[in-house]
């Protein structure tokens, strides 16, 4: 996989030819998933920093201030090409090794969020894609107990053959006493511990940074990772206990690119030797490579003074954990691997670990079409296919594989965000992005998945802490596809200094195209928002409650999910403006409001189905297309008893919360949809998938 370039510029600096090691850790450590090669210039423009940001991007995870004595851990990575290949044990160890991340820094993990992206749900093999997907995470997070509690799921054509499984993790740690992933200080040892390593995983990093092709199932299931939940939970158990000995100096997962990725890492502020005949394996005649770069699941490497080794041996131990001593640090800035007495890699640790060259790659603006075309049908047809589009439609079938209240701390689950009870304050959750809408604007609409992630916070009364983010796109290779990464960073960075969000971590995923299915995903740079508020679950109103609709309307049917069902195209939404969702959000923290939910995905329709499925309700406007299904962002349908809560802001009354069913008016035209209608609808998912 090195290319010819990168073996040229490596042999041309060492002055000689490459072990078969030192050529594996090239290949895995300098490829796009660990090192971001293309595109580390275009991240180094976001916002990482703020006053509550106590440990930005570089480690594991990011650390957050939450209180005064808390602070959150937080991180955002991807296991898309491994999903296709074995989707249960993809996904599952996708959980796995994000929820090691927030261990590593000495956090408990609470919560997770699993942000998808499916192809059509038509294909039998996106079916079976969803299911098992869906099966690895619910089984991994619950034998671990780390709870569930927000996701989204987006199906579209483009992900056929791709799907992506993104997965955020928050954890807790007193702010005074986390861990960090670098060595401190020359002669301390380190300690592998965990799981024994096989041969699973192998090459998994430069398997990512690469398309998937027609026989990918066959050729790549050894890249794919076999995790054992119940051995990670022994893991998180084992390392809050050593962390709370205050013996732990450093500590890493070993993810991508296996022991050679977290012990090179790791040991970049100083130099490390490694004795790999010292690692514990649970296959027989495993050579140096496969030893260094399999990517087997469960693992842990710390650093350790010499007299706490066998502490932390003991530690292990008490958890049913094997351990072992693999080597220490030096003081010389060097990478040097043994085996069987042979050195078998010798590297400049700054040359393997950052050194990667940079790629200035080519990019050219794409300009897609927005023409709008009128859909034909009733708008009662219309309506409920827009319910019943699978991007709508109650994710029942999903939530109910996944344990939402192991840990006792989840509040609601419910609409617009997760809700955490952390001491006497909430943290609320939310994520995802519209890909649809952000292929046709990139810069705009990324922009606006921040502003809409905050605005699903602001409808639970809580503001932004901080940002994580899984860029996910096609090949950077072609120059439309690096254009559409370029504008979308640009734009969540924009949006996030706009909201004082800043950006503390995430993760790349380049090369999500299909050979099979003749596919490239759409630009998907999903978010992960973390937030904090007050404890409040998520109400419905009252019959009797007044609605409005609150911000302007445009016509922004462009990726929409009407477009996305009948094709009518369109323009599609300009970057929100947060003015009223600051407002918003102030009147639901001071319970001002009986109701509310942003408008989003489906449009008016969609959130008059899921905050008032019973009322009457008449709306102005020349196209009632538009008024329906326009997904025009900063708008909020709320509730409210008393119009003088509204004052200040720009809305429009648009009916009454009661009666049976929800009637509408709009413009000359009326129908109503009966709560079995609406029903029929939202259950979409789960009839496909149950029966």
């Known amino acids: 996989m090195l290319s010819a370039d990168d073996l040229g510029f490596i042999t041309g600096t060492l002055g000689r030819a490459l072990t078969d090691v030192e050529s594996a850790c090239f290949e895995n450590l300098w490829s796009e998933h660990c090192s971001y090669r293309s595109t580390k210039s275009v991240l180094k423009t976001l916002p990482t920093e703020g006053e509550d940001v106590i440990l930005g991007p570089g480690d594991d995870a990011a650390v957050v201030r939450f209180s005064d004595d808390l602070a959150v851990v937080v991180g955002m990575e991807s296991h898309n090409h491994p999903s296709y290949v074995d989707p249960y044990d993809g996904a599952a160890t996708g959980v796995g090794g994000i929820v090691r991340d927030i261990i590593s820094m000495g956090a408990r993990p609470i919560a997770l969020m699993d942000p998808l992206y499916f ?74 511990y965990g799981s024994s390593t096989g041969r699973d995983g192998l090459g998994g990093a430069s398997f990512a940074s690469r398309d998937l092709s027609e026989d990918s199932e066959a050729s790549e299931r050894t ?78 490497l710390v650093e350790a003074a010499p007299e706490d080794v066998a502490l932390i041996g003991a530690i292990a131990e008490k958890y049913d954990l094997r351990w072992s001593e693999i080597g220490e640090v030096i003081a010389e800035p060097r990478y040097i691997v043994e085996f069987e007495g042979t050195v078998v890699c010798d590297l400049p640790v700054d040359l393997l670990v950052g050194g990667t060259p940079g790629c200035a790659l080519p990019k050219t603006p794409k300009a897609p079409d927005t023409t709008y075309t009128p859909p034909e049908g009733a708008l009662k047809t219309l309506a409920l296919a827009v319910l019943s589009h699978p991007d709508v439609a109650s994710k029942e079938w999903i939530v109910e594989q996944y344990d939402h209240h192991v ?72 120059p439309e596809v690096f254009w559409e990464m370029e504008q979308s960073v640009l734009g969540l960075g924009d949006m996030a200094r706009a909201l004082d969000a800043p950006v503390v971590g995430g993760n790349v995923s380049m090369y999500n195209e299909s050979d099979e299915f003749g596919t490239e995903i759409k630009p998907t740079p999903t978010i992960g928002m973390v937030g904090k508020g007050p404890v409040r679950r998520w109400t419905a109103p009252a019959a009797g409650d007044r609605l409005a609709l609150v911000g302007a309307t445009g016509a922004h049917l ?74 025009t962002y900063g708008r909020f349908l709320v509730a409210f008893k008393d119009e003088a809560a509204l004052e200040g802001l720009e809305y429009q009354v648009i009916g009454t919360v009661g009666g049976e069913g929800l009637r509408l008016t709009v413009g000359d035209e009326a129908f109503s949809l009966s709560r079995e ?15």
């Open 223 to 300: 890249s794919v990772q076999i995790g054992d939940p119940y051995t990670e939970k022994l893991l998180i158990e084992a390392t809050c206990e050593m962390a709370a000995t205050g013996k732990v100096l450093a500590c890493r997962d070993l993810g991508a690119a296996g022991l050679a990725g977290a012990s090179s890492e790791m040991a970049s502020s100083f130099g490390a030797k490694i004795v790999a005949d010292r690692v514990h394996l649970r296959e027989e005649g495993m050579n140096a490579v496969e030893i260094m770069l399999a990517e087997s699941q469960e693992r842990m």
């Open 677 to 691: 209608e609406i029903e029929e609808a939202r259950t979409s998912i789960t009839r496909l998938m149950r029966f």
């Open 119 to 192: 192809g059509s749900l038509d294909g039998e093999k996106t079916r079976y894609l969803f299911e098992h997907i869906v099966g690895g995470i619910g089984g991994y997070g619950n034998c671990i107990g780390v709870p569930v509690v927000r996701g989204e799921t987006v199906f579209d054509p483009s992900y056929q053959g791709n799907p992506l499984v993104n997965v955020v993790c928050v954890g807790v740690v007193d702010p005074d006493h986390y861990l960090t992933a670098r060595v401190k200080a020359p002669g301390n040892r380190l300690v592998l």
């Open 558 to 631: 462009g990726g929409s999910v009407l477009d996305a069902v009948t094709g009518c195209g369109g323009a599609a939404p300009p970057k929100a403006d947060p003015a009223v969702m600051e407002k918003v959000r102030d009147l639901v923290a001071a319970d001002a409001l009986t109701g509310a939910t942003d408008l989003s995905k489906g449009g008016l329709i969609a959130a008059l189905a899921k905050l008032a499925p019973d009322a009457e309700v008449a709306i102005t406007g020349d196209d009632p297309l538009v008024a329906l299904f326009s997904e």
């Open 407 to 478: 840990q006792l701390r989840t509040v609601s689950t419910d609409h617009d965000a997760g809700v955490l009870r952390l001491g006497d304050a909430a943290l609320v959750l939310s994520c995802g992005c519209n890909p649809r809408q952000i292929a046709l604007a990139p810069y705009e609409n990324a922009a606006n998945a921040v502003y809409e992630n905050a605005a699903n916070l602001a409808c639970l009364g809580a503001r932004p802490l901080c940002i994580v983010n899984c860029l996910n796109f096609a090949s950077p290779s072609h």
